[in-house]
């Protein structure tokens, strides 16, 4: 047996481990050796990568590249032109400083380097392998810095294993180019992935123009731009109105002081600014830069660098609730909302009709025509009562059954068997078109979310008729034109099957633009752009989790666009009808994302909160 | 403004613009009917900015005058007057408006017929004139596909053009589509303008069962039907309709039938006994020789029917929203029609075994 005894790591070692923290995927090198490019002050920034970047990643860049004597050095650990001690990084401006990405890329690679500074007479060329310096010769290439980074992993097997496949990788590097190109309006980059452009951006130090080069043109006309100051930091940036708002968070950019990150704060305080404005389940479109004394906040959290640390957390949030909060406000004088936009969102008529509607008839008089919205006060009260109704409901659930001693949440595992026993149920009535009041024994009643039911119902019955075999599909006379984002087009590409499982016919007619043929009967009526776009959504939140998940939650996009909406009354009859679906369910306790479908409420719980007893 | 009318008349004028009043609440005078009187005859005119109906009727004008008077009221007070007795409309300078029908006496507040919107002028240059029974029908049997999308918007009304002696009128949305052709001798070419539904099925109920002519006059943004004592002006949809031909044209058809309409539309049904509420199952066709069965299967039960037919071609199994099939099989009265499919996955198109009227599309469902 060998002794365990300590021994310093080689140097290659060591940065193979610093490798593991922050080289995860392909998409980290892009991110490291792109903020390089940035910290060198280049102007121009072109990336290209093939197969997801497992095979290669070029960055080169117009930047101060290195001088000759320095390159190796730039190979060590620690080595960095950014900072030279402690003290430096209470400041630090520029997007490195660890001196750690380059050694960490070039032990898990086969990377190369062409490099010139503005003075020197010609290039330098150096070839690194696995950490080791294999070349170094002169080369012509102009001022700036080339790095290509070939075969990822390949001396690291165990990590090889981890990577997603291509179009997964290729997604990942993608995001993050997108994100830097938002953070950096001032710089060009140009970004293709296996020889195909993805993005460009001009420089011209818009962030507008940034934003429609990542995101299109649908987007531009639902836009609100933010400015606002106060004592402590600035914010700017843009943020969209409900009709940008997505199933996920993939379209929130935070940047602090141009450096793209993660911020659970942040992103709290704006969707508290946006709490009223946007339906519950859809999440706001933003890209918000916060400039901030340095001093203020702390970025050397993680060594991937995509979180910080402020001082005064607080008041950050403080900070961006209000600034979203006043755009919000602004934006509400100059810009009504209209209806019906969304539905057009980016849904658009089949290539065979380019048709604009307009009304031409009676053109003088209707500029006279005022809408009149629901009194904010009203449309206020109802959409907090609906809130409160399923937060309180959901903060309940996850304490499990015992919420307080007057209701219960009633779930599969309280053995109540309230179910098998529904008809016997007297109907007491419904409440606000919402919820169903059942007395149940003489002790105990039920209260049922007869949107949340119905939307159970659905999505079992929906489940259960795709395990059996793929779902029946309407075939369309006039295809259906989408418009995707990039990334999604990638997506959307690499979960076909699942999709076509599900009854969608689909083509790609380019990097951003699907064709839809047929669709699945179960959504017939609906509107159909919004439901695929429903669907890209629930892939793209449902990020890394297996197949099965995925598809569950697009079938559960499908439930809730099928379900009868709150509010609809029903008669007895009907009610009758849900209850007795409920009963025939797998899991009639909670609707797909987890809110209870059925609370219940004893005789003594009313009793106590009326204080008859103690 | 002081007038005198028979009931029935007023009732029938009123009930007939308040299809073209808007019940949306959003500007009170949209709410509301312009009463005018001109020329010795009585106008009532409803506005909902997308189409307007203007009805005349006789009476007797001691005075002239014009108000606006809120649509819902007046035509309670129509109805429900007795139908013996002819009414009388009186108003003052701020338009109170006073309402007599024998011992019976109303008093409502009319508004400053000022604010009215005008229905717009339709040029006369370009005309069509058809029978109204004729027109009728024909809307009749291509409203029901004529689609509710607000992306595409387009297919929100019926297509008419003339060309080569016929009027044709074309409806799609998306699923199916209905082609009705009328031969017009005579009639004028290049008509090729896009009608929203709403206001043809407007038209449908004005129009009369019999052979009084309906002028329908046309321009680049708006359409006039003049059906004598009621004409309808209704804003065109902008934008190029499909070339609808294209759909079924080029199309290969391996298969052809020939059935009795009732029998397969009475299978249709009996097959839809087990899709109930919000199942939207297909029911699904195997023909085989010179039979067709149809079936259909849920959680509530199966049904089976068999058909004969004639059949040219290959056997063929395809699957259909019942729907489509039903609106189509109750929008014609042939006793036979002929059924040509192309494959299971391609159109399917409907016609009458005699004539060249009518023409329907459908595509199926694919089940596996
Ligand atoms: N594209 C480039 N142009 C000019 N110099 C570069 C470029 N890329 C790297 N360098 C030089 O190489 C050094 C090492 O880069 P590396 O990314 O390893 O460290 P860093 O950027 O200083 O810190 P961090 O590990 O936080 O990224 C940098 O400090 C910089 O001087
Ligand atoms: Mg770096």
Do not use: W
Not at chain 1, 387 to 411: C, H, I, M, P, T
Request: net charge negative; with cysteine; glycine share 6%.
């Amino acid at each position: 047996m060998m002794m365990n005894r300590i021994v310093i790591l080689d140097e290659n070692t060591s940065n193979q481990i610093a490798a593991g923290e922050v080289i995860e995927r392909p998409a980290s090198i892009v991110k490291e050796m792109v903020e390089n490019s940035i910290d060198a002050g280049a102007c121009n920034i072109s990336i290209e990568i093939t197969k997801g970047g497992i095979s290669l990643i070029r960055v080169s860049d117009d930047g101060s590249g290195i001088y000759a004597d320095d390159v190796e050095m730039a190979f060590e650990r620690h080595g960095t032109s950014k900072i030279r001690k402690a003290d430096d990084l209470k400041t630090v401006a520029t997007m490195g400083f660890r001196g750690e990405a380059l050694p960490s890329i070039a032990s898990v690679s086969r990377l190369e380097m062409d490099t010139r500074t503005q003075e020197a007479e010609s290039g330098v060329k150096i070839k690194v392998t696995g950490g080791d310096i294999v070349s170094k010769v002169t080369s012509n290439r102009q001022p700036g810095t080339t790095i290509t980074v070939r075969d990822l992993f390949y001396n690291v097997p165990a990590r090889y294993k981890f990577l997603k496949n291509d179009q997964t990788e290729t997604r990942y590097c993608t995001d993050i180019v997108t994100r830097i190109a938002l953070a950096h309006p001032e710089i060009s980059f140009t970004y293709s992935a296996n020889k195909t452009e993805i993005l460009r951006t001009p420089g011209d130090k818009s962030l507008q123009s940034a934003i429609y080069c990542a995101y299109g043109r649908e987007i531009m006309s639902n836009l609100f731009p933010v400015d606002y100051r106060d004592s402590l930091c600035r914010i700017t940036g843009y943020t969209g109105n409900r009709f940008a708002a997505r199933g996920n968070r993939q379209n929130q950019t935070i940047l602090v002081n141009g450096r793209y990150i993660k911020d659970a704060t942040i992103t709290k305080a704006v969707e508290k600014a946006y709490e009223t404005e946007i339906m519950k389940g859809k999440f706001p479109f933003y890209v918000l830069n916060l400039e901030i004394d340095a001093g203020q906040v702390d970025v050397n959290v993680h060594p991937a660098k995509t979180e910080v640390r402020f001082q005064r957390g607080n008041e950050i949030f403080n900070s961006f609730y209000s600034a979203v909060r006043a755009a919000i406000d602004t934006s509400r004088g100059i810009t009504p909302a209209e209806a019906g936009a969304a539905k057009i969102r980016r849904t658009e008529p089949a290539r065979e009709e380019p048709v604009v509607v307009k009304s031409t008839f009676f053109d003088n008089e209707t500029k006279k025509i005022e809408r009149k919205p629901m009194p904010a006060e009203v449309h206020e009260a109802l959409v907090n009562a609906r809130r409160q109704f399923y937060d309180g409901a959901a903060d309940v659930n996850s304490n499990f059954l015992e919420v307080s001693e007057e209701y219960k949440v009633v779930k599969e595992t309280s053995g109540m068997g309230h179910i098998r026993v529904l008809e016997n149920a007297r109907i007491a009535g419904v409440l606000f078109n919402t919820f169903i009041l059942l007395e149940y024994t003489d002790e105990e009643m039920l209260v049922i979310d007869q949107h949340a039911a119905h939307e159970r119902i659905t999505y079992e019955g929906l489940l259960k008729k795709r395990k059996e075999r793929n779902m029946d599909s309407q075939k369309l006379m006039v295809p259906i034109r989408v418009r995707l984002d990039r990334k999604d087009a990638v997506l959307v590409e690499e979960n076909r099957s699942m999709i076509e499982g599900l009854g969608f016919d689909f083509d790609l007619l380019g990097p951003d633009e699907a064709v839809i043929r047929a669709l699945p009967v179960e959504i017939f009526g609906e509107n159909v752009g919004e439901v695929f776009l429903g669907l890209v959504d629930s892939l793209e939140g449902s990020g890394k989790q297996d197949a099965d998940i995925i598809e569950k939650e697009a079938i559960y996009q499908m439930a809730c666009k099928n379900s009868v909406k709150a509010n609809t009354a029903l008669s007895d009859i009907e009610i009758n009808a849900l209850l007795s679906q409920l009963k025939g369910l797998e899991n009639p306790y909670t609707c797909p994302h987890g809110r209870p479908v059925i609370l219940t409420l004893t005789r003594r719980g009313l009793e106590k909160i009326f204080k008859r007893i103690v | 403004m002081k007038f005198n009318c028979a009931k029935t008349d007023l009732l029938e004028a009123v009930s007939a613009v308040q299809r073209a009043v808007s019940n949306k609440n959003i500007f009170t005078v949209l709410e509301g009917i312009l009463i005018t009187t001109a020329d010795g005859n009585i106008v009532l005119r409803g506005n909902d900015m997308e189409k307007g109906i203007e009805y005349t009727i006789e009476g007797n004008i001691e005075e002239n005058g014009s108000v606006i008077v809120n649509s819902r009221i007046f035509g309670d007070i129509a109805r429900k007057m007795p139908a013996e007795n002819n009414i009388t409309v009186i108003t003052d300078q701020n338009y109170n408006v006073k309402i007599d029908s024998g011992s019976i006496h109303m008093d409502i507040k009319g508004m400053d017929p000022e604010g009215f919107p005008a229905i717009p002028e339709v040029d006369k240059e370009n005309s069509i004139e058809i029978d109204q029974e004729f027109f009728r029908e024909m809307i009749r049997q291509v409203i029901f596909s004529v689609g509710n999308d607000d992306s595409k918007p387009i297919f929100k009304g019926a297509l008419m053009e003339s060309k080569e002696n016929s009027l044709n009128m074309v409806s799609l949305d998306g699923y199916r589509m209905s082609i009705r052709r009328e031969s017009l001798l005579g009639t004028k070419e290049g008509m090729n303008v896009v009608v929203p539904g709403r206001a043809l099925s407007e038209v449908m109920r004005l129009l009369k069962n019999d052979d009084d002519k309906v002028n329908i006059y046309y321009e680049n943004s708006q359409i006039l039907f003049d059906l004598g004592n009621c004409k309808l002006v209704s804003n065109l949809l902008q934008g190029e309709y499909l070339n609808y031909r294209s759909i079924y044209q080029s199309q290969k058809f391996d298969t052809e039938i020939v059935i009795d309409r009732e029998k397969i539309m009475e299978g249709i049904d009996r097959a839809m006994i087990v899709i109930t509420g919000d199942n939207k199952s297909p029911v699904s066709m195997v023909i085989e020789n010179d039979e067709m069965t149809v079936n259909s299967k849920t959680e509530i039960g199966t049904v089976t029917e068999k058909i004969s037919l004639e059949k040219t071609g290959l056997d063929l199994r395809i699957a259909f929203n019942p729907k489509f099939l039903l609106d189509v099989f109750k929008s014609i009265n042939d006793e036979r029609i002929k059924i040509s499919f192309a494959g299971s996955d391609g159109p399917c198109v409907i016609e009458p075994v005699n004539g060249e009227e009518f023409l329907y599309v459908v595509l199926p469902v694919r089940t596996s």
